[in-house]
């Protein structure tokens, strides 16, 4: 097991930002697959954005051009960049790591190490 660790989410604005880290106390490194999802109270964990073993990423729609996804070289600190909040972005922030690729899709793909979670509130 791979502990992953969210940490800077908190209470922001409307239009102010958040970067929120993911640390992985152990074995990866910048070949790992890894990615951010976010909750929202009673509803299902959705994929948001998404960084491949060649450091590609990919974003849902509705955070392109606002959210930026990054790792930091030794590939064991993943950030989550986020610009122009909007009270809809409020929710619980999750990131998870994989050694392996997958043939689903980045929004459908499974992962194996998955982090508590950081919460983000953005108020309006």
């Known amino acids: 097991q791979v502990p992953l660790v969210e940490s800077w989410g908190g209470s922001v604005p409307a239009g102010g930002s958040l970067r929120l880290s993911c640390a992985a106390s152990?074995?990866?490194?910048?070949?790992?697959?890894m990615g951010w999802f976010r909750q929202e109270p009673q509803k299902a964990r959705e994929a948001i954005a998404f960084?491949?073993?060649?450091?590609?990423?990919e974003y849902v729609s509705f955070v392109k051009g606002r959210f930026t996804i990054s790792r930091d070289n030794p590939g064991n600190t993943l950030y989550l960049q986020m610009n122009s909040l909007k009270p809809e972005d409020t929710a619980m922030y999750y990131c998870?790591?994989?050694?392996?690729?997958?043939?689903?899709?980045?929004?459908?793909?499974?992962?194996?190490?998955w982090g508590q979670g950081t919460q983000v509130t953005v108020s309006s």
């Open positions: 998870a790591a994989d050694p392996h690729s997958s043939i689903l899709p980045w929004r459908n793909r499974g992962y194996r190490h």
């Open positions: 960084i491949d073993s060649d450091g590609n990423t």
């Open positions: 152990g074995c990866t490194d910048s070949s790992y697959y």
